[in-house]
């Protein structure tokens, strides 16, 4: 809080203009919220109103739209989710099984958080083009472990490409046939990715296999 | 011509209704043509009237706009390009290097069709729900693997979706950044693929190298 108040400063925001940010946040914060809960896409404008504590007039001074707030949450929820990530993989040294282990996680969003989910599976590739989340931290992880010499596979941006086709696919097979796939096809793609990296297959398979980190509570 | 006439006549169609079908065949046809050659978005509705060789004022007889009748003749071009690649493939017995053949000539797309790839890449993952062209020949391919034992990865609709990821990675990265990439990274993405599906690595860059069969001129 006082850091952001310092920038308002620097950037020279009026008092008025601090308060408007703090409602807009509140409202994408109340969003976030109903979505990590699952219950963003049946969630009334009233009720995000009345959970981020304003008025339901003051709304649309924000936001065009319940769609337009809840494209700004899901992409804030998505980076908190990579973070989530990042730092349940901050004790692991080994760059092919930090790409395994976050692939895990995030192919099991479709259990843990079908909200997230369905907000990956309608951006589609285009998640690719949004700088937070997901997208930058699998491209990061992807450069790690062909500088570490781990994956073979010369093509960052494909490789990027193809893992976001595979968890895209997870995620949507998980919605429309849930009753075709269960946690262990999630581990046997990941495990199917690093043999796609270049990864010896018997190796990959017990890196897919590790147990995974705890994640935070939500 | 004579089959659909004959078809025309069981569903009672009238000589007008089938004056209509003709005229809106011509400009699908016009149009495919144009993208085949590379000239789909460029040409104006008056270029693609002249080379149906109707009337400028009866297009709009038939779509509401030059987009709508880009995307019905891209999903016309996208099978016409899926017939082509069956035919090329038709002598190809293992079941592993017909969907290493088919990946690496739809790579190239990006060289050889640049206006049927911008169409591939618009569509993106979307691609996966249109039911001609690629995909459904891809799914067809990734199931013939795995009833010959040599797709070891269980899950077909999840390799459809990472096929999908790679080629449209492939293409994207063609377009954005076309110094970044060659055939041969085409050719390497099919045997990270071949791998990804459980095929052994060394076999994987054989049959990735293997000389392609001819085309058919478009």
Chains 1, 2 share one sequence.
């Not at 959970?51 to 007039?57: E, N, P, Q, V």
């Not at 989340?133 to 472990?145: E, V």
Request: charged residues 30%; contains cysteine; aromatic residues 6%.
């Amino acid at each position: 809080m006082a850091q952001t108040a310092t920038t308002d400063k620097a950037s020279g925001a009026t008092r008025l203009d601090r308060r408007k940010a703090r409602t807009r946040q509140a409202l994408i914060d109340a969003a976030a919220e109903l979505i990590a809960q699952g219950r963003g896409e049946r969630a009334s404008i009233q009720e995000i109103t009345e959970a981020a504590d304003i008025g339901f007039g003051s709304f649309y001074n924000h936001f065009e739209s319940k769609d337009e707030l809840f494209r700004t949450a899901s992409e804030e929820v998505l980076e908190r989710w990579g973070r989530m990530i990042d730092r349940a993989c901050a004790g692991i040294e080994d760059a092919a099984t930090v790409f395994a282990t976050s692939f895990r996680i995030s192919g099991r969003l479709g259990w843990t958080h079908p909200d997230l989910a369905r907000f990956i599976t309608g951006a589609g590739l285009e998640l690719l083009d949004i700088p937070r989340g997901l997208a930058p931290r699998a491209l990061r992880d992807i450069k790690l472990g062909q500088a570490a010499g781990r994956f073979t596979f010369p093509h960052a941006g494909i490789a990027l490409s193809t893992s976001a086709g595979a968890l895209l696919g997870l995620l949507r097979v998980r919605q429309q046939h849930p009753e075709q796939i269960d946690e262990t096809a999630v581990d046997e793609t990941a495990e199917a990715m690093l043999r796609m990296f270049g990864v010896p297959a018997r190796e990959a398979r017990r890196i897919a296999a590790r147990k995974l980190p705890d994640i935070e509570d939500w």
